[in-house]
């Protein structure tokens, strides 16, 4: 009797002497696709909270480049502002806004000679320089040039065109970009390797070179 139990109990414990077990191998199979299965999950869960703080980070990064270019022109505004209540300031503190007072002359006497500078005449108007019809990128950059800018081309290693302006700089030569149809982009903070505000023309590089 005690040899047929020493014989179960032996039989029940996996097999030392190199005899595969069919119970432990499935036993350990069945372990490792659970173990898997877990780590997969786990994985896929550390993916999705990492996509949703991006996202959550991508959003308030747009708001904010948004507040600062408002801020940007709100305070262009201001700057432009302040300058024309200077010059009408300047203007109200003038005796008499600036006319001179006629004095009467005495009864009989002739009219002193007017003996006052003559104004000088105004300049010309500089001609309205304007975009050519069905321009190229060399046109554009050509009428950025004679608009007083300096553009960067860095179309031959695949970046851009870039105008280093502001706003209130930009606005007469942004104007007639807009109206040959050619886009602009503001970058009120600039980027990473060039800071200030500047604009990339033409950003879908549609114009030819």
Known sequence: MSAKRTVQS?????SLS????P???QALDEFARALQQT??????ERIAAIDERITGLTAIANSREALV???TAAEARISKLQHQLAKALARVNQPDGGVPTPTAEPSGAEPEPDR???PMPRPPAKPRIRVPMNPTLNDVIAFLVKSGFRPQNNRKVGGGVWVFANQEQFA???KELKSAGIGARYFPRGRKLQP????????????PD
Do not use: N
């Open 172 to 174: 007469q030569v942004l």
């Open 39 to 44: 780590l997969e999950t786990l994985l896929r």
């Open 116 to 118: 006052s500078v003559p």
């Open 69 to 71: 270019e408002r801020a």
């Open 23 to 25: 119970d432990f191998d």
């Open 18 to 21: 190199g005899t595969p077990d």
């Open 196 to 207: 200030g505000p500047q604009y990339e023309i033409d950003p879908s590089k549609v114009l």
């Open 10 to 14: 032996s039989s029940s414990q996996p």
